[in-house]
Nanobody, 116 residues
Framework: QVRLVESGGGLVQAGGSLRLSCAAS????????MAWYRQAPGKQRELVAS?????????ADSVKGRFTISRDNAKSTLYLYLQMNSLKSEDTAVYYC????????WGQGTQVTVSS
């Protein structure tokens, strides 16, 4: 089992920045990829950015050049980050941390609200 706990969401003005964090614990040794997804009201959940164990990253076109995904191992906890710059009102959503090994795991989500 893998437990994912997100933090760092909040209210920010357009043009501002936020950094989301996700702490992964439990059976993290065989996680082979992690990602951030988001879901805005009335819309489907969408991939924001992903990163593999080898460090390869992938971004949605809408966030390229503004968001940066990274990961860091610290003893028994794996951390996933999403640095979000130049935020826009359309970035408003609940952001979810995702991890995949033999199964997939989701965090509880953290709200990001960008005011225009």
């Amino acid at each position: 089992q893998v437990r994912l706990v997100e933090s760092g969401g909040g209210l920010v003005q357009a043009g501002g920045s936020l950094r989301l964090s996700c702490a992964a614990s439990g059976s993290i040794f065989s996680i082979n990829s992690m990602a951030w997804y988001r879901q805005a009201p009335g819309k489907q959940r969408e991939l924001v950015a992903s990163i593999t164990t080898g460090g390869s990253t992938n971004y949605a076109d809408s966030v390229k050049g503004r968001f940066t995904i990274s990961r860091d191992n610290a003893k028994s906890t794996l951390y996933l980050y999403l640095q979000m710059n130049s935020l826009k009102s359309e970035d408003t959503a609940v952001y979810y941390c995702y991890a995949r090994r033999s199964a997939t795991y989701w965090g509880q989500g953290t709200q990001v609200t960008v005011s225009s």
